[in-house]
């Protein structure tokens, strides 16, 4: 399914894939604990929306790929009773939290029976991109023409990765060498940053304006979370000001977890062109990862925690596969939609892509450049994880629309015609080249 | 500075029963020659289970990078917040990483690529000894 190899030539199904149909559900902090706002709930919005959008007809999908992980670090507390509401709404699978604190392809299709042709279901690994990458892959294979990607987050009340084997005096399993002794997730990303910063003569005060950036792209977006909720741009005070969570990383550099669902409609370039939207091709999909089958894991670190450079070297192949696979050079991408959750990897991505000409170590100097949706280098014009909350499917929204020229306010002044999506870290990465035009 | 307790498994029980004994053994492939940590049950790269030794190492080494953590889940370091946690860069097994706490180097003032010298801690939890270490003088 997925293209984590060096030297594999164009992608077969080079333009004959495209991006036809996007659906959102809206955002919340967290459930508030009614059925309709369930993650469950919340994909059959998203779907439902997507396939309007796309001006397909429920039986005309005989796809699905979905992450059934849906949690953003917060979990079912154990012991507490699944609601009877939510039991009573919504078809159950054997597992009573399906459709809460998780979502399978069984618990989708249970519950939109007017889905009754689709024949191939899959679940991908964990992250948008994954199942995004895994769709695109089985319609060029023809194991479906009309596939659904779909990906739901929950997150519920209360303090993430609290509790549990965090609060216990020992420690067993992998954690023992590593994550033990630091904690937040950010951790791993902060300290290859500072090395970055050793190394090249940067500061992380020279984020700021990718931030700043972000975060007013984000209020934009009128599905993001900071649109809906929160809407306050950010200053670059605001961003230098904020506390750390595990310096070189702040509050800010952590992006915001949150309850919604989006929708996706992936088709056969052929189909694509009966349709409601302009489609929207795909020209290459590759990442970093040890692909097995469906699902996809991690490139594995050398040692107990990977280093500037090994980030750095999967970062660079990644660039490689894409554009190679997509027949094109970084010159020819117009807009870049790669991951920012956590902000501070999207230097190592960008730099990989050799993305506005960039070479290793200058991604913050083009940080001090004109990065906005108007300027010669959009930068993350999705505003992201970090503009919209943690989702990983902000940027495939906002490239989709940019091509079809539908982005809104965030609409880019250069034409959109060729840009980049996907995550999430550099050495477990799927990424999507997109395309106005299929050649 | 207290840490959680590492509990040994049947893989790994060699690295830390040696620590216990103060010293830093790693595991090496001999048909590779080749150092891996943390602990695996094959070779990573010939895939050999039987070529794989534990070897005694120096623990000498560098500061790599590092990181200050304000906002841990861990119960175990919320007390001493903020703490450094500092990538280590072993001399003589090439490839190989470790972290530490750096005892006695003040918070945020990490100097990367400075030599670091080995000592060994007893952690709370169980009584097991970890590897840590210091900025050398
Ligand atoms: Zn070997």
Request: hydrophobic share 30%; aromatic share 0%; charged share 35%.
């Given at each position: 399914m997925y293209r984590t190899q060096e030297g594999m030539g164009i992608w077969e199904h080079r333009g004959k894939v495209a991006a036809v149909g996007i659906g959102h559900a809206p955002t919340a902090r967290r459930w508030d604990d009614r059925p309709e706002t369930s993650v469950g709930a919340w994909a059959i919005l998203a779907i439902r929306k997507a396939m309007e959008d796309a001006g397909v007809?429920?039986?005309q999908v005989d796809g699905l790929v979905l992450p059934p992980d849906t949690t953003t670090g917060s979990y079912w507390p154990e012991g507490r009773q699944v609601p009877a509401d939510f039991r009573n709404a919504f078809k159950q699978t054997g597992d009573p939290l399906d459709g809460i604190a998780k979502l399978s392809a069984d618990w989708i299709l249970a519950n939109m029976p007017?889905?009754?042709?689709?024949?191939w279901a899959r679940h991908a690994t964990t992250c948008t991109s994954m199942a995004m990458a895994g769709a695109i892959q089985a319609v060029g294979d023809g194991l479906t023409h009309t596939c659904l990607v779909v990906k739901g987050w929950h997150n519920f009340s209360g303090r993430y990765y609290q509790g549990g084997a965090n609060a216990l005096p020992t420690v067993a399993g992998p954690g023992k060498y590593g994550s033990s002794l630091a904690g937040p997730a950010s951790y791993a990303t902060a300290m290859q940053f500072q090395r970055y910063c050793h190394k090249y003569g940067k500061?992380?005060?020279?984020?700021a304006p990718f931030m700043v950036n972000s975060r007013r792209n984000g209020l934009l977006f009128p599905e993001g979370y900071w649109a809906q909720h929160r809407p306050e741009a950010l200053t670059v005070a605001d961003y230098i000001n904020a506390r750390w969570v595990a310096k070189p990383a702040n509050l800010f550099d952590n992006d915001i977890p949150i309850h919604t669902a989006a929708a996706y409609v992936i088709t056969t370039a052929e189909r694509a062109k009966d349709m409601r939207q302009k489609p929207v091709y795909v020209l290459n999909h590759a990442g970093a990862g040890t692909p097995g089958g469906a699902t996809s894991a991690g490139v594995r670190a050398r040692s107990v925690i990977a280093n500037l450079e090994e980030v750095e070297a999967c970062a660079a192949a990644t660039g490689r596969k894409l554009l190679d696979g997509a027949g094109i050079t970084s010159g020819d991408v117009a807009f870049e939609n790669m991951y920012d959750g956590f902000s501070l990897f999207h230097v190592f991505h960008i730099e990989g892509l050799g993305f506005a000409g960039i070479k290793r170590g200058e991604a913050l100097d083009l940080f001090q450049t004109d990065i906005s949706i108007e300027g010669p280098n959009p930068v993350s014009p999705s505003g992201g994880n970090i503009g919209g909350g943690r989702t990983r499917f902000w940027n495939h929204t906002d490239s989709i629309q940019q091509i079809q020229g539908r982005a809104g306010a965030r609409q880019i002044r250069i034409p959109a015609e060729i840009g980049i999506s996907g995550g999430f870290f550099p050495m477990w990465s799927n990424f999507v080249i997109w395309s106005a035009t299929p050649d | 500075m207290p840490k959680q307790s590492p509990v040994a498994d049947d893989l790994d029980r060699p690295f830390w029963d040696a620590c216990n004994a103060e010293r830093l053994v790693i595991q090496h492939c001999n048909a590779c020659g080749r150092f891996q940590h943390p602990p695996q049950p094959v070779c990573d790269s010939c895939g050999s289970a039987a070529q794989l030794v534990w070897r005694e190492v120096s623990g000498r080494g560098t500061i790599y990078s590092y990181g200050v953590v304000y906002d841990t889940p861990i119960s175990a370091l919320q007390g001493d917040q903020p703490y450094n946690v500092a990538v280590i860069e072993l001399a003589d097994a090439p490839g190989i990483n470790m972290m530490s706490h750096l005892p006695g180097t003040p918070v945020d003032e990490v100097p990367i690529g400075a030599p670091v010298t080995l000592i060994f801690e007893v952690t709370p939890g169980n009584g097991q000894k970890v590897p840590e270490w210091r900025v050398a003088r």
């Open positions: 007809t429920p039986d007017e889905l009754k042709n689709v024949k500061n992380h005060d020279m984020m | -």
